[in-house]
């Protein structure tokens, strides 16, 4: 049996907060959108923009989606989120071989939760969040955890 090398083409990062901006419109629900190329310093979407590329913005469309669902299982289980959580997501576009895969690796940060708990809303928000549901047994996921 011959194993095939994995060769990463792509990555798309994000770093998503549930904060908003000074003066922000809560009825709108827009996203600012920095997106970087690796070893670049950020790029702010405005007027004539660059474009991401697709894992970039599936990334960022995935952890917005994911920190909503984060928000939700917390409120279930009426635990207060730290001000400072954030959800890192990295989508990594594949090949091995003629293959092509996407893998996903999750970093969430609930910092002062203790770690049963943090570990207990990130796996929770992953099973509702719609996102998830729809690459599950199809990306391999890693979901790391941090309380600190």
Not at 67 to 78: D, N, P, Y
Request: with cysteine; proline share 5%; charged share 20%.
């Amino acid at each position: 049996m011959t194993i095939m090398r994995e060769n990463v083409l792509f990555s798309g990062k994000t770093h998503t907060t549930p904060t908003r901006r000074e003066g922000a419109n809560p009825n709108n629900h827009g996203v600012d959108l920095h997106v970087a190329a690796p070893g670049a310093e950020a790029i702010v979407f405005e007027d004539a923009a660059p474009h991401p590329t697709a894992e970039q913005l599936f990334a960022g469309a995935w952890s917005a989606c994911y920190i909503t669902a984060i928000g939700l299982v917390a409120m279930q289980k009426k635990v207060k989120l730290p001000a400072d959580m954030a959800v890192d997501i990295q989508v990594d576009l594949l090949q091995a071989g003629a293959d092509y895969f996407l893998r996903a690796r999750f970093d969430v940060a609930l910092p002062g939760l203790d770690q049963a708990t943090a570990e207990a809303i990130a796996h929770e928000a992953d099973l509702i969040c719609p996102y998830s549901k729809a690459t599950r047994n199809n990306i391999d996921v890693v979901l790391n955890v941090h309380t600190s």
